[in-house]
């Protein structure tokens, strides 16, 4: 005969251990180290983070672009094969003569993961205007690696109306 405490205590830990939650295989996107050569930044993840930014200051949330995120990789790529952050000003230039007028960009190197990137932008006046700018609805953002670069990771983020 069985002892019915025991029966009992084997389907407790049965019934517990379905219901514990599988394991993790890799960290959240917004943490995951960028600093390799397979490694780009999920748009989909910063797209929603900068949206949720700038819907609690108002503003309206974005949409991805694919044309911006091809923008975005062309100047992040173009950063590190030069292994020097491009400067906005140009960059905004080129954008308005492919079709993008009123584009704005963030343009920045060093940051090796997505949330110091979100970070030092929101904590620098300039960059934060950026992800602030009204009117903005669509956005592009990319990341380029460069192996012997002191920045090693080359971000790239253009927003336009």
Same mark, same amino acid.
Request: aromatic letters at 10%.
């Given at each position: 005969m069985t002892c019915p405490v025991l029966v009992a205590g084997a389907l407790a830990l049965l019934g517990v251990a379905g219901c514990t939650e599988p394991a993790r295989?890799?960290?959240?996107?917004?943490?995951?180290?960028?600093?390799?050569?397979?490694a780009h930044v999920d748009e989909n993840e910063a797209r929603a983070i900068i949206s949720?930014?700038? %819907?609690? &200051? *108002?503003?309206?949330? $974005? #949409?991805?672009?694919?044309d911006l995120v091809a923008a975005a990789q062309q100047e992040a790529s173009a950063m590190a094969a030069a292994d020097k952050p491009a400067q906005a000003e140009a960059v905004k230039a080129r954008l308005a003569r492919d079709?993008?007028?009123?584009?704005?960009?963030? %343009?920045? &190197? *060093?940051?090796?993961? $997505? #949330?110091?990137?979100?970070?030092?932008?929101?904590?620098?006046?300039?960059?934060?205007?950026?992800?602030?700018a009204p009117g903005v609805r669509r956005m592009g953002i990319a990341t380029a690696y460069a192996p012997g670069s002191k920045y090693q990771v080359y971000w790239a983020l253009i927003m336009a109306p």
């Open positions: 295989q890799s960290q959240p996107a917004f943490y995951r180290d960028l600093g390799s050569a397979s949720a930014y700038r %819907l609690n &200051a *108002g503003l309206n949330a $974005l #949409a991805l672009d694919p079709g993008q007028p009123g584009a704005e960009v963030n %343009l920045s &190197a *060093g940051y090796r993961r $997505l #949330a110091e990137a979100f970070s030092g932008w929101r904590d620098s006046p300039q960059h934060d205007r950026v992800m602030k």
